[in-house]
């Protein structure tokens, strides 16, 4: 069956750097987007970023643009998210997700923002960012 697992997860001062892995198994997703959402406590699921099939697009959530950076190895079935500059407010539990959509609404994410463009899910990571 499909699994996904996060890992990398953490304490991490304000200002420090985590890189966070997530490792598909069970069927190849090299053709379809992933993504990352987070959720902190008493918060809804926030979409973080997602990324193309090849790389060659990314889109970000607003509160994460210029110091996140998500990317994919195809051949391992991974996905990444390197975490820079962090906050106290990016404290939340880290998920990763994959979807069965090749392609996105020119210029936007449209639904591959949004928890419903996904199908598969992992268990989620936690991160927390101490001040």
């Known amino acids: 069956q499909v699994q996904l697992v996060e890992s990398g997860g953490g304490l991490v001062q304000a200002g420090g750097s985590l890189r966070l892995s997530c490792a598909a198994s069970?069927?190849?997703?090299?053709?379809?987007?992933m993504g990352w959402f987070r959720q902190a406590p008493g918060k809804e699921r926030e979409f973080v970023a997602t990324?193309?099939?090849?790389?060659?697009?990314?889109y970000y959530g607003d509160s994460v643009k210029g110091r996140f950076a998500i990317s994919r190895d195809n051949a391992k079935n991974t996905v990444y998210l390197q975490m820079n500059s962090l906050k106290p407010e990016d404290t939340a539990v880290y998920y990763c997700a994959a979807s069965l959509r090749r392609t996105e609404a020119a210029g936007t994410p449209g639904i591959l923002g949004k928890e419903n463009g996904y199908a598969y899910w992992g268990q989620g990571t936690q991160v927390t960012v101490s001040s």
């Open positions: 990324i193309r099939w090849n790389g060659a697009t990314t």
């Open positions: 069970g069927r190849s997703f090299s053709s379809y987007f």
